[in-house]
């Protein structure tokens, strides 16, 4: 479960955001929306422990969490706006270096069923560097399904998918909250989650 | 860990997995991209053999400028590979990641650094008696000047990540980290040289190596720790 207690942020001295609470509870989603530049990117690398609150306090599972700290770390499955993908190596050799980055031990039956999943099959074996933005996208949504973390936390996690992208996206959601997940997404796409799973939050 | 809720996680605070994890990466990479590589040695290979072309052919004074030639040359090799320690990982997103990840932080970037004195410091290292034969230097000054890069340009990796790390994302990043870095590497450098000169005025070199071995063991428990500091800056 997470929660933010009067959040803040500011870039030099403007304040993005100020006085943010909300609470997201196993099995709902915080979908983050608002105009280019309110805020959006900070929220969630906050959230994710990657930076620091100019003001307020973030808890996961109850207890106060600082910037990194383990607790999150072992939790959480972070999808930046940037792909974390290594050019030189193999969609099937990134799948299998993030996960074992995780700390799961990457299983390669495990690995070329995720990317059997998200259709890329066929690409398994060819070197990231000619995978269009879409494709390096999937490998995103595979590495989502293989690290089986309880905290998903999605920048703009439909940009450059197709539509059978975006319903692979949505069931995915669907199916983490449904086992009890937690996730936070900033995003303006409808993930045709039913009302009772989503937690709007507006910024700006 | 004490949470209930808490996932376990094999991962939180395993050392030495985090090492392999990025050791082995890097390696994967660096072998993909072996032009680079090449370059760097290349790099190496060429500023040495510059120095007899442009000065003179008398055997004694190639002989005394010898080790300090290939020392330079290796501090400018190591210096020339350091922006892409983490600049590759920052630019792709891959770095958020490693920070991240249930590994320490710091196992991961000592993985880092361990495959870039692998690729670059171990390299000149090697290639080092051999380039010293243009120098007219004799075999024992050869041994000690592969013995003092040995043990020499792991603290150039070493001290060179935290000054990666610390001018990730800026504009003028890599001249800034030469000019952050290179007097660091002045002390190296000082006893890297001085090594080949006791042995050739017969003072041996043990005290100097020993003083590099000293500075390793320092560089190897602090540097991780703060080119970790400054990565989790870097992101912030």
């Excluded at chain 1, 996960?99 to 099959?121: F, K, N, T, Y």
């Excluded at chain 2, 290979?45 to 007899?52: A, D, E, G, T, Y």
Aim: with cysteine; proline share 6%.
């Amino acid at each position: 479960m997470l929660e933010a207690l009067d959040l803040a942020a500011r870039r030099g001295l403007a304040h993005l955001f100020t006085g943010l609470c909300f609470r997201v509870d196993p099995g709902q989603v915080l979908v983050v929306t608002g105009a280019n530049g309110t805020g959006k990117t900070t929220l969630l690398r906050m959230l994710a422990g990657l930076s620091m609150p100019s003001h307020g306090e973030i808890r996961w599972q109850g207890k106060r969490v600082a910037p990194f700290a383990t607790a999150v770390r072992a939790a959480i499955a972070f999808a930046g706006h940037l792909p974390a993908l290594k050019d030189e190596l193999t969609a099937e050799e990134n799948l299998a270096s993030l996960v074992a980055l995780a700390g799961a031990p990457p299983a390669r039956e495990a690995i070329r069923q995720a990317l059997d999943a998200v259709a890329l099959s066929r690409q398994r074996a060819l070197p990231a560097r000619v995978l269009s933005q879409g494709q390096r996208r999937r490998i995103g949504l595979a590495r989502l399904a293989v690290l089986g973390r309880s905290f998903w936390v999605l920048d703009e996690p439909v940009t450059a998918l197709d539509a059978a992208g975006t319903d692979l996206l949505a069931r995915m959601v669907a199916d983490h909250l449904e086992r009890g997940g937690v996730a936070v997404a900033a995003t303006h796409a409808p993930l045709g989650l039913p009302e009772s799973r989503v937690r709007p939050l507006t910024l700006g | 860990m004490s949470a209930p809720n808490a996932a376990p996680n094999a991962a939180a605070g395993a050392i030495l997995p985090g090492v392999r994890w990025s050791l082995v990466r890097d390696l994967k990479i660096a072998l993909r991209s072996r032009a680079e590589l090449g370059v760097q040695l290349l790099f190496y290979v060429i500023v040495v053999s510059l120095f007899p072309l442009a000065t003179t052919p008398e055997r004694t004074l190639l002989a005394t400028m010898g080790p300090g030639v290939l020392w330079v040359a290796a501090l400018l090799a190591s210096l020339l590979s350091l922006p892409r320690l983490f600049a590759g990982d920052h630019a792709d997103g891959t770095l958020e990641q490693i920070a991240l990840s249930p590994y320490p932080l710091e196992a991961l970037v000592s993985g880092k650094i361990l495959a870039h004195w692998l690729t670059t410091g171990l390299p000149v290292a090697v290639l080092a008696p051999l380039l010293g034969i243009q120098y007219a230097m004799d075999a024992e000054s050869l041994i000690v000047l592969a013995a003092a890069l040995l043990v020499g340009t792991p603290i150039l990796s070493l001290l060179g990540a935290i000054g990666a790390a610390l001018t990730l994302g800026l504009r003028a990043g890599g001249s800034l980290l030469a000019l952050l870095i290179l007097p660091l590497y002045v002390p190296v450098l000082i006893f890297g040289a001085g090594s080949v000169d006791a042995v050739r005025a017969g003072l041996g070199a043990g005290a100097n190596l020993s003083l590099l071995g000293a500075g390793l063991l320092v560089a190897v428990v602090g540097a991780p720790f703060a080119a970790a500091a400054a990565v989790r800056i870097a992101l912030d």
